[in-house]
């Protein structure tokens, strides 16, 4: 581990290579702030980590609402990948965050994930996931920039699905040791798939999945798939068995109430 001393905010994080702060104490947005230093030329491992943020964003747009005492944080990522393979550092941030929330939770709270890139603790959302990612000239991905945001104190009660935070469960670390922690499981989890590929995080992700076998629906716009939860593809689709057979998603929103027929 080695130490990255940042002036002002949060000085002294402990953070492991290449992973190096920059700290902020409100921002728009901590992934837009990121990707701006991504386009400016930061090195990979450059982090964005804000106390507070007004324009808080997750998956498809939709608002994070972001007040302090909560984790928000970006880093920048630049994998020598094809684009293609950008969604599969989802599911390894996906992991370090369930790890990360493993430690900081009582023992008796289930932790598990959701398609594509939601850490339930039990049963509610408590981290979310948003990747994004800029090309280069020789086809290869130039930057990623992988937001993650944990609920510390807080939870969002206008939700389309249930939320809940750490000390809500009974846990009771801060922002700061929360970090600390996601990114030493991000840095290990980054190695993982760097040297064995998606295929030893798929079978992680799956090990921890909420509803495989189970019925359930993926809402894609105004279409509702509905079928039973069966593998990942190795490329991170989900598969579904339906009343039609085989049915691989690579968008959407899963519900896990009961299916009827599937």
């Not at 009974?170 to 996601?182: H, N, P, Q």
């Amino acid at each position: 581990m080695t130490s990255s001393e940042n002036a002002g905010l949060g000085g002294g994080l402990t953070l492991p290579s290449p992973f190096t702060a920059v700290l902020r104490d409100t921002v728009g947005s901590t992934s837009d702030e990121a990707k701006r230093l991504a386009s400016a030329g930061a090195a990979h491992g450059t982090l964005v980590w804000a106390q507070e943020q007004t324009a808080g964003r997750g998956r498809l747009d939709r608002q994070w609402h972001s007040p302090r005492g909560n984790l928000y944080t970006s880093c920048i990522l630049r994998p020598a990948v094809l684009p293609a393979r950008a969604a599969e550092l989802g599911f390894v941030a996906a992991l370090a965050i369930a790890e990360t929330v493993r430690v900081l939770l009582p023992a008796a709270v289930p932790v598990a994930l959701k398609w594509p890139n939601d850490v339930l603790a039990d049963g509610s959302k408590i981290a979310g996931i948003l990747l994004e990612a800029q090309s280069g000239p020789n086809a290869t991905i130039d930057w990623l920039v992988l937001g993650m945001g944990v609920n510390i104190v807080s939870a969002p009660t206008v939700t389309p699905y249930p939320a809940t935070a750490l000390h809500a469960l009974g846990g009771t670390a801060d922002a700061r040791m929360a970090l600390e922690l996601l990114y030493g499981a991000l840095s290990a989890r980054f190695e993982d798939w760097q040297q064995g590929g998606f295929g030893a995080i798929r079978t992680r992700w799956l090990a921890l999945a909420r509803g495989l076998g189970e019925a359930l629906e993926v809402r894609q716009g105004d279409d509702l798939v509905r079928g039973r939860f069966i593998d990942l593809d190795p490329d991170g689709a989900l598969v579904l068995e339906t009343l039609a057979g085989r049915h691989r998603i690579t968008t959407g929103d899963v519900n896990f109430a009961p299916v009827i027929g599937a």
